[in-house]
């Protein structure tokens, strides 16, 4: 089975330009999320999604930073402008869905340099 | 809230000598706990987690790690390590309660092995 795709890989970008990062989940996985990972730190969750629903998006900046989902699978996580300090890995990550706790399933990342 | 504190940013160590990597956290509900390991240029991948029952927990490659309530502590250890395990190591920390059971990491912690 396929595991979390991520594209692309790397991207390097001007300050001020846009940028978007693409993730497919492991299918049948109803939950999805978007991570910023700072070099030399852990994860930290940009936003959450329940099937199509942004059901978690408060450390999100929504200044420059937008997400959609729009047929509850694959997902594009946009940056318009970008800045210097974006500059980071983007890690999707992918889950069943349930009250209980469910393994979160990483991807490869995007690692993104603005220049 | 939770925090996580990995009290060492690297830890080199020769092949086949045993280690151990330290983690903290503090929270004022009852947590899960977790331990990734992250290979350079790739996400992350769960190595155990503790959620309930015994405190020793086992996980791949040879990885195990316990669950001290009293000293909030959650220490990965391995007895013999290989070069294949240099990677960044990172502790999380979830509440146990509350649906979303999304992970608050630590800074990790690089494990650098030695021939």
């Known amino acids: 089975e396929a595991g979390v795709v991520q594209s692309p890989r790397y991207k390097i970008i001007e300050k001020k330009q846009p940028v978007a990062f693409w993730c497919n989940p492991i299918s049948g996985h109803n939950t999805l999320y978007w991570y910023l990972q700072n070099l030399g730190q852990g994860p930290e969750l940009l936003i959450r999604?329940?099937?199509?629903?942004?059901?978690?998006d408060s450390q999100l900046p929504k200044d420059r930073f937008s997400a959609e989902r729009l047929k509850g699978v694959d997902s594009t996580l946009k940056i318009q402008p970008a800045e210097l300090g974006d500059s980071a890995v983007y890690l999707c990550?992918?889950?069943?869905?349930?009250?209980?706790?469910?393994?979160?399933?990483f991807g490869p990342g995007t690692r993104l340099t603005v220049l | 809230a939770q925090s996580v504190t990995q009290l060492d940013s690297q830890v080199p160590v020769f092949e086949e000598a045993p280690v151990e990597l330290r983690c903290n956290y503090s929270?004022?509900?009852?947590?899960?706990l977790f331990w990734y390991v992250q290979y350079p240029n790739q996400g992350l991948q769960l190595l155990l987690k503790y959620l309930s029952g015994s405190t020793l927990v086992k996980g791949i490659n040879g990885f195990e790690a316990e669950f001290n309530k009293s000293q909030t502590s959650f220490h990965l250890r391995k007895p013999s390590v290989h070069i294949s395990d240099t990677a960044e190591y990172f502790c999380a920390v979830t509440p146990a309660s509350g649906g979303s059971y999304i992970p608050t990491f630590g800074r990790g912690t690089s494990l650098i092995v030695h021939p």
């Open positions: 990550a992918s889950s069943t869905q349930g009250a209980t706790y469910n393994e979160q399933f």
């Open positions: 929270s004022s509900v009852s947590v899960y």
């Open positions: 999604y329940e099937n199509e629903e942004a059901v978690d």
